[in-house]
Protein backbone atom coordinates (compact mmCIF):
# COMPACT_ATOMS: atom_id res chain seq x y z
CA UNK A 1 0.00 0.00 0.00
CA UNK A 2 1.10 3.43 -0.98
CA UNK A 3 0.62 6.88 0.09
CA UNK A 4 1.08 9.56 -2.53
CA UNK A 5 1.62 12.92 -0.96
CA UNK A 6 1.74 15.86 -3.47
CA UNK A 7 3.25 19.47 -2.54
CA UNK A 8 1.43 22.13 -4.13
CA UNK A 9 3.71 24.65 -3.03
CA UNK A 10 6.16 26.62 -5.53
CA UNK A 11 8.61 26.07 -1.87
CA UNK A 12 10.38 22.64 -1.97
CA UNK A 13 11.14 23.01 1.40
CA UNK A 14 8.14 25.04 2.95
CA UNK A 15 5.48 25.03 5.54
CA UNK A 16 3.35 22.68 3.37
CA UNK A 17 6.52 20.65 2.32
CA UNK A 18 6.87 20.20 6.23
CA UNK A 19 3.40 19.19 6.83
CA UNK A 20 3.09 16.66 4.46
CA UNK A 21 6.41 15.23 5.43
CA UNK A 22 4.78 14.81 9.26
CA UNK A 23 1.39 13.09 8.12
CA UNK A 24 3.71 10.70 5.91
CA UNK A 25 6.22 9.76 8.53
CA UNK A 26 2.77 8.90 10.66
CA UNK A 27 2.05 7.07 7.82
CA UNK A 28 5.20 5.03 7.49
CA UNK A 29 4.76 4.22 11.24
CA UNK A 30 1.53 2.21 10.47
CA UNK A 31 3.55 0.76 7.74
CA UNK A 32 2.64 2.10 4.87
CA UNK A 33 4.92 2.84 1.89
CA UNK A 34 4.85 6.75 1.34
CA UNK A 35 6.19 9.71 -1.49
CA UNK A 36 6.12 13.07 -1.90
CA UNK A 37 6.38 14.74 -4.89
CA UNK A 38 6.79 18.61 -5.76
CA UNK A 39 4.90 19.74 -8.35
CA UNK A 40 6.66 23.07 -8.90
CA UNK A 41 9.59 20.44 -10.34
CA UNK A 42 7.62 18.28 -12.81
CA UNK A 43 6.04 21.99 -14.08
CA UNK A 44 9.54 23.44 -14.90
CA UNK A 45 10.00 20.66 -17.81
CA UNK A 46 6.71 21.87 -19.73
CA UNK A 47 6.90 23.95 -22.76
CA UNK A 48 3.38 25.02 -21.82
CA UNK A 49 2.56 24.69 -17.90
CA UNK A 50 -1.10 24.88 -18.11
CA UNK A 51 -3.90 22.46 -19.99
CA UNK A 52 -4.60 24.21 -22.89
CA UNK A 53 -7.01 21.37 -23.88
CA UNK A 54 -4.90 20.61 -27.50
CA UNK A 55 -6.51 17.38 -27.98
CA UNK A 56 -9.62 15.84 -26.72
CA UNK A 57 -9.62 13.60 -25.58
CA UNK A 58 -6.22 14.09 -23.40
CA UNK A 59 -3.40 12.53 -25.92
CA UNK A 60 -0.61 13.14 -23.12
CA UNK A 61 1.21 14.72 -25.80
CA UNK A 62 2.59 18.17 -23.77
CA UNK A 63 4.12 15.92 -21.04
CA UNK A 64 4.88 12.60 -22.60
CA UNK A 65 7.96 11.68 -21.65
CA UNK A 66 8.32 14.02 -18.31
CA UNK A 67 8.99 14.29 -15.02
CA UNK A 68 5.30 15.19 -15.04
CA UNK A 69 4.45 12.05 -16.45
CA UNK A 70 5.68 10.06 -13.72
CA UNK A 71 4.68 12.16 -11.33
CA UNK A 72 1.06 10.82 -12.88
CA UNK A 73 1.93 7.08 -13.03
CA UNK A 74 2.52 7.51 -9.08
CA UNK A 75 -0.55 9.24 -8.44
CA UNK A 76 -2.42 6.43 -10.64
CA UNK A 77 -0.68 3.90 -8.17
CA UNK A 78 -1.32 5.68 -5.39
CA UNK A 79 -3.76 3.95 -2.47
CA UNK A 80 -4.25 7.03 -0.47
CA UNK A 81 -3.23 10.71 -1.90
CA UNK A 82 -2.90 13.86 0.23
CA UNK A 83 -3.12 17.15 -1.28
CA UNK A 84 -1.17 20.02 0.07
CA UNK A 85 -1.08 23.81 -0.73
CA UNK A 86 -0.43 26.91 0.81
CA UNK A 87 -3.45 29.75 0.63
CA UNK A 88 -3.01 31.78 -2.22
CA UNK A 89 -5.47 34.75 -2.41
CA UNK A 90 -8.29 31.73 -0.76
CA UNK A 91 -7.81 28.88 -2.79
CA UNK A 92 -4.72 26.47 -4.05
CA UNK A 93 -1.62 27.26 -5.60
CA UNK A 94 -1.43 28.15 -9.73
CA UNK A 95 0.67 25.59 -9.50
CA UNK A 96 -1.17 23.25 -8.14
CA UNK A 97 -4.24 23.82 -10.27
CA UNK A 98 -1.68 23.63 -13.21
CA UNK A 99 -1.03 20.02 -12.02
CA UNK A 100 -4.28 19.24 -11.38
CA UNK A 101 -5.90 20.19 -14.93
CA UNK A 102 -3.55 18.76 -16.88
CA UNK A 103 -5.32 15.18 -14.94
CA UNK A 104 -7.53 14.51 -17.76
CA UNK A 105 -6.14 11.12 -19.03
CA UNK A 106 -6.89 9.96 -15.57
CA UNK A 107 -10.05 10.99 -14.94
CA UNK A 108 -11.14 9.29 -18.59
CA UNK A 109 -9.53 6.16 -17.34
CA UNK A 110 -10.80 6.38 -13.65
CA UNK A 111 -7.50 5.90 -12.49
CA UNK A 112 -8.04 7.78 -9.38
CA UNK A 113 -11.89 6.40 -8.63
CA UNK A 114 -12.37 5.33 -4.92
CA UNK A 115 -8.50 6.07 -3.58
CA UNK A 116 -8.75 7.72 -0.55
CA UNK A 117 -7.84 11.38 -0.58
CA UNK A 118 -6.96 14.23 2.35
CA UNK A 119 -5.73 17.68 2.51
CA UNK A 120 -3.26 19.86 4.12
CA UNK A 121 -3.07 23.39 3.49
CA UNK A 122 -1.35 26.41 5.57
CA UNK A 123 -2.07 30.70 5.75
CA UNK A 124 -0.50 33.29 6.86
CA UNK A 125 -2.72 33.46 9.80
CA UNK A 126 -5.56 30.76 12.04
CA UNK A 127 -7.82 31.86 9.92
CA UNK A 128 -6.71 32.70 6.79
CA UNK A 129 -8.44 30.90 3.84
CA UNK A 130 -7.25 27.77 5.21
CA UNK A 131 -11.06 26.43 4.82
CA UNK A 132 -11.80 27.90 1.07
CA UNK A 133 -8.17 25.89 -0.04
CA UNK A 134 -9.47 22.55 1.47
CA UNK A 135 -13.40 22.76 -0.36
CA UNK A 136 -10.91 23.49 -3.56
CA UNK A 137 -8.95 20.42 -2.91
CA UNK A 138 -11.70 18.48 -1.89
CA UNK A 139 -13.73 19.73 -4.95
CA UNK A 140 -10.19 18.67 -7.36
CA UNK A 141 -10.43 15.24 -5.75
CA UNK A 142 -14.21 14.54 -6.29
CA UNK A 143 -14.21 15.09 -9.49
CA UNK A 144 -11.39 12.37 -10.12
CA UNK A 145 -14.16 10.40 -8.06
CA UNK A 146 -12.22 10.14 -4.68
CA UNK A 147 -13.22 9.54 -1.72
CA UNK A 148 -12.43 12.36 0.83
CA UNK A 149 -11.44 11.76 4.99
CA UNK A 150 -10.69 14.60 7.26
CA UNK A 151 -8.48 14.29 10.08
CA UNK A 152 -10.68 12.70 12.74
CA UNK A 153 -9.40 9.84 14.90
CA UNK A 154 -11.15 7.79 17.38
CA UNK A 155 -8.08 8.24 19.51
CA UNK A 156 -8.16 12.08 19.80
CA UNK A 157 -10.84 13.35 18.26
CA UNK A 158 -13.12 14.24 14.96
CA UNK A 159 -11.12 16.91 13.39
CA UNK A 160 -12.48 18.49 10.52
CA UNK A 161 -11.95 19.12 7.04
CA UNK A 162 -8.19 18.61 6.41
CA UNK A 163 -5.32 19.48 8.21
CA UNK A 164 -4.83 23.23 8.32
CA UNK A 165 -2.18 25.08 9.81
CA UNK A 166 -0.37 28.48 10.09
CA UNK A 167 3.22 29.76 9.49
CA UNK A 168 5.58 29.12 11.06
CA UNK A 169 4.43 25.46 10.99
CA UNK A 170 7.57 24.26 12.74
CA UNK A 171 5.88 26.14 15.82
CA UNK A 172 2.52 25.26 15.12
CA UNK A 173 2.86 22.04 17.22
CA UNK A 174 -1.76 21.76 16.60
CA UNK A 175 -1.17 21.98 13.07
CA UNK A 176 1.41 19.48 12.91
CA UNK A 177 -0.76 17.26 15.38
CA UNK A 178 -3.59 17.39 12.54
CA UNK A 179 -1.07 16.88 9.83
CA UNK A 180 0.01 13.22 11.44
CA UNK A 181 -3.27 11.81 12.37
CA UNK A 182 -4.42 12.68 8.71
CA UNK A 183 -1.65 10.37 7.60
CA UNK A 184 -2.07 7.97 10.16
CA UNK A 185 -6.16 7.70 9.21
CA UNK A 186 -5.61 7.52 5.13
CA UNK A 187 -2.85 4.64 6.07
CA UNK A 188 -4.88 2.75 7.97
CA UNK A 189 -7.77 3.05 5.78
CA UNK A 190 -5.89 1.85 2.72
CA UNK A 191 -4.18 -0.96 4.52
Given at each position: MKLL???GSPNRDGNTAFLLTKALEAAQN???ETEL???RDALKELKEPFCVQCSSP???ICYKGTLLEEHYQLLAEADGVILGSPVYFGTVTAQLKAFWDMTRV???EKSLFNTIGGTITVGASRYG???TTVSALHDMMMI???MIVGDASKE???GHQGACSQRNVREDLEGQKRAQILGQRIARLIK
Open positions: AINEGVIHVCSQLRTGQEQGMTDM
